[in-house]
């Protein structure tokens, strides 16, 4: 069975900081994904990264993908209120369709 | 980009009874996947449905607990059959190889 584990589970922290979120694994995976979901809602896809390496930035947002395509990160630059949500990283592996969800890392800014 | 609306958005429900969940896309697409997000926790594939054929559901689930019905290529219900408590949760339809998700339907058995 293949897994996501992600870290931290959950994270509270004040406006203006910075955080590093992971999502990592035993499988190579061809594609990963990172979704923001706010309560009420169903997930909103973020980024997809499909080269070993890749690094894309999304405003404040910088996600990238391992060299070995197992493992990711999402990094958030200046922390602010409205990014407060539950992130997840989300994998399909090589030649599949189904895709496969991390158990998420809740995240909490405090103005 | 594709737009899922989810009927109905909430409900409470008392066990042994049924409850069919509808999916809507504003498009055409082959696959539709539904998934669950019980409280606290990610979401796990229920089953994939294809217009014109049967569903392909995932370690864990059944069609007699969950039937799906596929009509057409921009619709989809799931039903969740004798319901317990435990089957409270969110249920999601998904498109697009996951792209897109629609806004869920969240259901409490009593």
């Known amino acids: 069975t293949q897994l996501l584990e992600q870290s931290p589970q959950f994270l509270s922290i004040q406006e203006g900081e910075n955080l590093t979120v992971y999502c990592n694994s035993s499988?190579?995976?061809?594609?990963l994904q990172w979704y923001r979901q706010e309560p009420g809602e169903g997930p909103v896809l973020l980024v997809t990264?499909?080269?070993?390496?890749e690094v894309k930035k999304l405003k404040r947002l910088t996600f990238q993908f391992g060299d070995a395509r197992k493992d990711s990160s999402l990094h958030i630059t200046a922390a602010q209120p409205g990014d407060t949500g539950l992130y997840l990283c989300?994998?399909?592996?090589?030649?599949?369709?189904?895709?496969?969800f991390g158990a998420g890392t809740r995240l909490f800014v405090k103005a | 980009s594709a737009v899922i609306s989810q009927k109905p958005s909430r409900d409470i429900c008392q066990r042994g009874t049924s409850l069919t969940i509808q999916c809507q896309v504003d498009?055409?697409?082959?696959?539709m996947f539904w998934y669950r997000q019980q409280p606290g926790q990610s979401l796990t594939l229920i089953a994939t449905?294809?217009?014109?054929?049967?569903?392909?559901?995932e370690s864990g689930f059944v069609i007699d607990k969950f039937p799906i019905s596929r009509p057409n290529l921009t619709f989809s219900t799931l039903t969740v059959s004798n319901m317990s408590p435990e089957d409270s949760s969110i249920y999601l339809c998904?498109?697009?190889?996951?792209?897109?998700f629609g806004p869920g339907t969240r259901l409490l058995v009593l």
């Open positions: 498009s055409q697409v082959t696959m």
């Open positions: 990264v499909v080269t070993g390496g």
């Open positions: 449905a294809n217009q014109g054929s049967e569903a392909t559901y």
């Open positions: 499988s190579v995976f061809s594609s």
């Open positions: 998904s498109v697009a190889e996951t792209q897109y």
């Open positions: 989300a994998a399909r592996n090589t030649g599949g369709f189904k895709t496969i």
